[in-house]
């Protein structure tokens, strides 16, 4: 038989249970249940998540030592600021806090009963914080702030608000608020250190390095966490260094030395770098040889970038390029380079590169710096307008090299040619033999206490498996991993679809073989070696006007200059060469700018150039005094179907407009000169001129879509809209007739009231010019008014006048197929 008072007390104890679990009634009971329920179990988990969030920064974080530290990074690589981070445990952080709000908040009159609200809201911010997510970051500090009952959690709540603001770039509001909390709060207590760190980030941001100094140098002399009291010295440091206290600065990257193994590796190699650095500065110690001993130890190995930097640097700073460049380049090829590092050598050698005239090579770096910029940030944007502003020369330095080896090998016997490509694979196979011969001393030297018996087993060997390798590719070439490797039908399949193969929709590829003879019949055929010249001739021309005058590169504009002059090339590129060979010696060396003065006038007399010496007087006018009016005045020539005297104008005026921004503005308007006078080939030939000429221009562009409307032969009017024009054909020199004509139809066109024709004064070619009547919509409309014409204007009109449609008169344009006799081809 049951105990009636242990039933009942069982009965009791239930109902307490399920009525303390209520957030609605303020009793002891309901609060310590939730209050303990929700440290130990909801936000135990959520703080738990975010302490693995923060590990994986700290672990993972690449540190840019080469400028002022962050205080707080939170950003990782590849990430982009503006959004959620990538790392894991914010978000759960984040859940366990507003699940502990919802379901354990017990608040009664305005006042929170449950004490770890207040940390629940903490969380809430910092998880936010970490993600990116700073509204609402600091939504959730404010809801601490005014519902606090915890003294500790409101002082951590109004840190971690200001270093949100920090984040919104609200520097002075964060200072503001800020200040007095950092200066009352005693040094002892936990949160002095975030305090003042926090304050002294808000005035690094707003490059107020003093008083950034001030809080910066407090946080880190109280600050307990090792990890935390490191970065605050280094930035320290940093923040002295910036200021000129070199004295201060040198204190405290030694005292991170100082603490040894207690501090981060990364830390301790940089500030060892610094020290050395700056004793060397201020009082002339060794800097070298105590950095190269820093190489030789083992535990520094996956440092080597940073410290082969350093003597890049070192030796950058005393104007030793060379030694510079190699160092900067070792440091670029070290294993495990991070990524701050590798920028600053990718910037510090363009900028090197640049100083000394190593175009080519500043590309190709910049090439590689692009790729580790983050998408349109501001570093990226000043890289591409670099390299922008270097494509010019790229291209052509590119086209020149390749065609002046063409034209090299070319010019060589078979056996020479073979010769060469001999020499050159055997070459190839020296730097990969050494390259492999380099790899197995650095594998030495790293595990140089775990000594292996070397192996003679050939897979085992990597000298011998890339000897393997060559003989094959020699023997058998380039082959993909397939089935019956060996079967070339095979093997030229690019892919081995058979609906493809069935369908012809496969692409037969060439197999590479590594042996000279592939190499030599690969070359094109000498019948090519004058357009290969003329190129080659072209680009060291532009070459060398744009090192004169976009680079002010003396010696380098006058070496592409003199191989145009030296090699006796085409006069389309010798008189230019010459003229500009001139100007650079002009007034500096007289002697030889007469000189070339001279070979200009004597050998090439009718050239522009020449006639610059020969008639200057023809180049001192007011409309040749800027490009600018010599362009409009030839573009309005050209638009009032003058061609002949546009194309005049620009002849006369060539010098002028060359190496300014209106020099291809002019060649293009030359292209269309020259192919209203000439017709569609000649047409197309001048566009893809101007396509080569100004290949990274706007011009180019243009010229591009030009030459696809003349080659489509057609207005996109006419495709669309039936036309007519009449046309009256007349001799360039009846221009008495032309005249009488225009003025008679325009006012019988007037009087008739077709209000919406027009006339024009074409020029078709060298011999001929046409009166055209143009928008005429019916061919009969026309055909009446030829009828109502008086008799003074029929007299003026010659037997050869013709009525064709729109599309057909563009078409005889182009293709210049107007004959005099068979005109009634286009009625």
Avoid at 48 to 73: H, N, Q, R
Avoid at 167 to 181: D, E, F, Y
Avoid at 468 to 474: A, D, R, V, W
Avoid at 789 to 817: C, G, H, R, V
């Amino acid at each position: 038989m049951k105990n009636p008072c242990i039933s009942s007390f069982y009965k009791l104890f239930v109902i307490g249970v399920v009525f303390s679990c209520s957030t609605q009634n303020d009793k002891l009971l309901n609060r310590k249940y939730h209050t303990l329920n929700t440290k130990y179990n909801v936000l135990f988990n959520g703080k738990e998540a975010l302490e693995v969030g923060e590990s994986i920064i700290k672990a993972t974080l690449e540190d840019d030592f080469y400028d002022i530290l962050k205080i707080d990074p939170i950003l990782l690589k590849g990430e982009e600021f503006d959004q959620t981070s990538i790392v894991p445990g914010f978000k759960q952080a984040e859940d366990k806090a507003v699940k502990a709000i919802q379901k354990h908040s017990m608040k009664f009159n305005g006042l929170q009963k449950n004490n770890q609200i207040d940390e629940a809201y903490l969380l809430l911010g910092k998880a936010r914080y970490y993600d990116r997510r700073f509204f609402p970051a600091i939504e959730a500090f404010n809801f601490l702030l005014d519902n606090n009952i915890d003294e500790s959690a409101f002082i951590e709540g109004r840190i971690w608000r200001e270093k949100t603001n920090i984040r919104l770039q609200n520097n002075q509001i964060a200072i503001n608020n800020l200040r007095s909390l950092s200066r009352n709060l005693i040094n002892t207590n936990k949160l002095f250190g975030l305090a003042n760190a926090t304050l002294a980030q808000a005035f690094i941001n707003l490059k107020k390095l003093d008083s950034a100094n001030f809080y910066i140098t407090r946080a880190g002399n109280y600050e307990k966490n090792i990890d935390q009291k490191v970065r605050y010295k280094y930035i320290t440091a940093q923040i002295n260094e910036r200021i000129d206290n070199l004295d201060s600065a040198l204190f405290y990257y030694q005292s991170i030395v100082d603490l040894n193994w207690k501090a981060q590796r990364k830390f301790w190699i940089n500030s060892k770098i610094n020290a050395l650095r700056l004793s060397n500065i201020i009082y002339q110690t060794d800097f070298i040889e105590p950095v190269k001993e820093l190489l030789d130890l083992y535990e520094n190995q996956k440092f080597s970038h940073t410290i082969n930097r350093s003597l890049g640097l070192y030796y950058l700073n005393k104007n030793i390029d060379s030694l510079a460049q190699d160092y900067l380049s070792i440091s670029l090829n070290s294993e495990g380079i991070d990524t701050p590092t590798k920028k600053k050598n990718y910037r510090d050698l363009i900028d090197l590169n640049l100083k000394n005239q190593e175009y080519v090579n500043t590309g190709m770096y910049l090439d590689s710096l692009l790729s580790v910029l983050p998408n349109k940030s501001i570093e990226q944007m000043k890289a591409i307008r670099e390299k922008e502003n270097l494509s010019d020369i790229l291209f052509f330095e590119n086209q020149f090299r390749e065609t002046d080896s063409l034209i090299t090998l070319l010019k060589l016997t078979k056996e020479q040619q073979l010769n060469f490509f001999r020499n050159f694979l055997s070459k190839k196979r020296e730097v990969a033999i050494k390259k492999i011969q380099q790899q197995e001393i650095t594998n030495k030297s790293k595990s140089f206490f775990v000594q292996k018996k070397k192996s003679s087993f050939y897979f085992y060997n990597p000298t011998e498996v890339l000897k393997g390798k060559q003989i094959y590719l020699s023997t058998w070439g380039r082959r993909p991993n397939i089935d019956n490797w060996r079967d070339k039908t095979i093997v030229r399949f690019e892919t081995l679809d058979k609906n493809k193969i069935k369908s012809n929709e496969f692409k037969i590829t060439e197999i590479q073989v590594e042996s000279p003879e592939f190499y030599v019949n690969k070359l094109p055929k000498k019948i090519i070696m004058d357009s290969l010249i003329k190129k080659n001739s072209q680009a060291a021309l532009k070459l060398g006007v744009l090192y004169k005058e976009k680079y002010k590169a003396k010696d380098l504009a006058i070496k592409n200059l003199k191989y145009v002059v030296d090699n006796k090339l085409d006069t389309i590129f010798l008189t230019p060469a010459l003229y500009n060979l001139y100007n650079i010696f002009n007034p500096d060396s007289l002697k030889l700018a007469n000189y070339y003065k001279n070979e200009l006038i004597n050998n090439y007399p009718n050239s522009a150039y020449a006639q610059y010496f020969i008639d200057p007087d023809n180049f001192d006018g007011v409309e040749f005094r800027t490009p600018k009016s010599f362009y409009l005045k030839a573009l309005l020539k050209f638009k009032k179907r003058e061609y002949y005297d546009a194309l005049k104008t620009l002849d006369k005026a060539r010098i002028l407009i060359e190496n300014t921004d209106w020099e291809a503005k002019a060649a293009l308007l030359r292209a269309q000169i020259i192919g209203r006078l000439n017709g569609k080939k000649r047409w197309i030939q001048e566009l893809k001129n101007i396509i080569v000429q100004y290949p990274n221009s706007n011009i180019a562009q243009k010229a591009n879509a030009d030459l696809e409307h003349v080659k489509l032969g057609l207005d996109e009017k006419t495709k669309t809209l039936v036309e007519f024009k009449w046309v009256f054909p007349f001799k360039k020199n009846q221009k008495i007739k032309q005249k009488e004509l225009i003025d008679s139809l325009k006012s019988n066109i007037e009087n008739l009231k077709f209000n919406k024709w027009k006339i024009t004064n074409d020029t078709y070619d060298n011999q001929y010019k046409f009166i055209v009547i143009h928008g005429i919509k019916s061919k009969t409309k026309a055909l009446r008014l030829k009828k109502n014409l008086p008799q003074t204007i029929l007299k003026l009109i010659d037997s050869n006048n013709f009525i064709t449609l729109s599309s057909q008169y563009q078409k005889l344009f182009l293709e210049k197929a107007w004959p005099e006799k068979n005109y009634k081809d286009y009625e």
